[in-house]
Structure formats: structure tokens, C-alpha cells
């Protein structure tokens, strides 16, 4: 590659942008389909089809555990497995800023394809646009993602019913507390990272489990109160948690209190909500419970006939909290 930083040339469509694909993007991510840079891409499929779409923002582009660029292949795949799809196709978009560094373009590619092959998806078809300098932050990428629904799942808020146990799948709030504290030069212990990860193959072996699985969600934006409220909401029952049982590491409630938020608001990008008729609750903990990013699963509350739409939690006194859905953007672009 001739230059080191990205200029408008490259997202003009000539030599430049075909340089730029053939040396940086093929590379990391080339594939049969990929290969032939037409202007879309004929998929294999057959069966239903689940199909989602993300854009990612994140600032900073780099952070303990994770990346802008594996954060944008986790993410999609992710919304797909909770649809109870089995994820094989992404699409990859690139809007690059003018001086944008193309060693750290690289980097970020190169995250993109250690990320698709443990997740098991190709890299099908993109694009790349450049934007002048001072009106992006770098780079922002969009992924769109095709995904094969696995027989037998049905995965809807309208499955739910009262008397489900919700099982989390880990600690909570360590995304969105790695991500602040690299953004203000804060320091965290090692062991805090990004929980960013690819839930894809847990979420198959959970519904090989247990067909019954009514609903699956990532608490990405707004955290396990905005998505249990949307549940709740949506399927008119109750929820009930047990604070006791709610993981939060030590470090990430110190970045809470120091900066003033509740860990249930927090986004993950790694873990996952499951709301299971109890009957099937011991085989998916331990499904889960073998797979490296299930390991610290656990059942948090039920589901009720009471207060239908709303979500409390009980305290260790014994009492009991609303946990309201969040109030607009708590930390911004934290994916």
C-alpha cells in the first residue's frame, strides 16, 4: 500500500479503492463468495432466514478486550443468535475519515477476522466510503448479518409466561465500565476487559437443550433494565430479581459509584438473557456452564402474574425496588 493514511482517493472507486480492498480487506477476509467484488452476493439458503442489521460508533477504537472491529462481528451475530438463528453470512461497511491511519485500519480488520472465524461466519460482500477530514472520528462500521433459524427454536416476548426462570449469563456492566475507563484514563484492574464475544455457539447447544427457551436477548444499550422492561412490557407479565444473585465484579461497582450509575444499566456485549420454563433450567445452566462464556450463569428472578409490565428487584433487607427502563443515553457510544 503506497500510502499510510487514508485519503478521499480511496473512497473514490478507482485505483486507490480497489488498492484498498485488494491489500488490506482480502487479505484478513477473502472468501469464495467475497472474492469476486461484485456489486451483491448470491447466498446458499435454505429454510427461514433471520436478517439484522448494526452500525458501530464506539470510541475508542481499541479497548481492553476488545475493538471497534470485533465488537462489529460479535454484535450482529449476536442479535441473530438471540433470534434463535444460526449465523453464517455478514456484510462489512467501512466509512472511513480522510487521515485515518491505514496500520490501525489493519488492526482493526484484522480483529474483524479473528472474530468471524470463532464466531463461524464469512465476510460476504461490503463497501468502503471516505469522508472528509474533521467530518467523521475515524472510522464507523456497519454490519449486516444473515443467519439460518435453527429448527424447532421460537424465540418471542409473547412466549413468555409467568412462573419462567431468567438466567444471565455472567457478570454484569463490563463493557460499558472497560470502555469508560479507558475513554477518561481511568485505571482498572487487568481482569477487566470487555466481555465482547460471540454467543453463537452457546445459544445452539442452549436450544438443542431446551427447545422451550421462550425468548433470548443481548442487554446491550440501556443493560438488563431496559431489556427486561422491554420483555416485560411486551409478554404483560411481572419480573421479579434477587439482587443477591446479580454478579457484579467489585472493580466495575467502583466505576458505578465513582461516575454515578446503576451496573443494570450498563451495556455487555457478551452476555445474554434467557427466560426458561423451570423444568429445563438445570439442563441449560449446564450447557452453558460449559462453555467458556457461560461459565458464571445463573438464575437472577422469575416471572409473575403481578404488576404485569414492570420489573422489581428484592434486597438483600428484603424489600423491594422498581427497576424503571433507563431515561435516554446513559453512556454514549459505548458500541
Not at 489493519?106 to 464469512?122: F, N
Not at 455487555?268 to 467458556?292: C, I, W, Y
Amino acid at each position: 500500500m503506497e500510502h499510510d493514511m487514508i485519503t478521499l482517493a480511496h473512497g473514490a472507486g478507482g485505483r486507490l479503492s480497489r488498492a484498498l480492498t485488494e491489500e488490506i480487506v482480502l487479505p484478513a477476509l477473502g472468501n469464495t463468495l467475497l472474492n469476486g467484488l461484485h456489486d451483491g452476493v448470491v447466498l446458499p439458503a435454505e429454510g427461514k432466514i433471520a436478517f439484522t442489521t448494526d452500525s458501530y460508533v464506539v470510541q475508542p477504537h481499541f479497548f481492553p478486550g476488545g475493538s471497534i472491529g470485533r465488537l462489529a462481528v460479535c454484535g450482529t451475530v449476536n442479535d441473530l443468535a438471540m433470534s434463535g438463528a444460526h449465523p453464517e453470512y455478514l456484510s462489512l461497511a467501512l466509512i472511513l475519515e480522510e487521515g485515518f491511519s491505514m496500520e490501525t485500519l489493519r488492526r482493526i480488520v484484522a480483529d474483524i477476522r479473528t472474530a468471524a472465524e470463532e464466531a463461524g461466519v464469512l465476510i460476504v460482500t461490503g463497501d468502503t466510503k471516505v469522508v472528509p477530514r474533521g467530518a467523521g472520528d475515524g472510522i464507523y462500521i456497519n454490519t449486516a448479518g444473515v443467519g439460518r433459524l435453527i429448527e424447532g427454536a421460537d424465540i418471542s416476548p409473547t412466549n413468555v409466561r409467568p412462573g419462567m426462570d431468567i438466567i444471565v449469563s455472567g457478570t454484569l456492566g463490563d463493557h460499558a465500565a472497560t470502555v469508560m475507563a479507558a475513554r477518561h484514563n481511568l485505571t482498572l484492574p487487568p481482569g477487566i476487559t470487555s466481555d465482547c464475544a460471540p454467543l453463537s455457539h452457546m445459544v445452539e447447544e442452549m436450544l438443542k437443550t431446551a427447545p422451550g427457551i421462550a425468548v433470548l436477548r443481548d442487554p446491550t444499550r440501556g443493560g438488563v433494565a431496559a431489556s427486561l422492561n422491554e420483555i416485560a412490557g411486551a409478554a404483560g407479565v411481572g419480573i421479579l430479581l434477587d439482587e443477591e444473585a446479580i454478579h457484579v465484579r467489585p472493580e466495575v461497582q467502583g466505576v458505578c459509584e465513582l461516575l454515578g450509575f446503576d451496573p443494570l444499566t450498563l451495556a455487555n456485549e457478551g452476555k445474554l438473557l434467557a427466560f426458561v420454563p423451570p423444568e429445563d433450567t438445570a439442563r441449560v445452566l449446564s450447557v452453558m456452564h460449559e462453555n467458556a462464556y457461560g461459565k458464571e450463569a445463573v438464575v437472577i428472578g422469575e416471572t409473575t402474574a403481578d404488576a404485569p409490565g414492570a420489573v422489581g428487584i428484592r434486597t438483600p433487607l428484603g424489600g423491594i425496588r422498581v427497576v424503571d427502563m433507563p431515561a435516554g443515553e446513559l453512556v454514549p457510544r459505548i458500541c
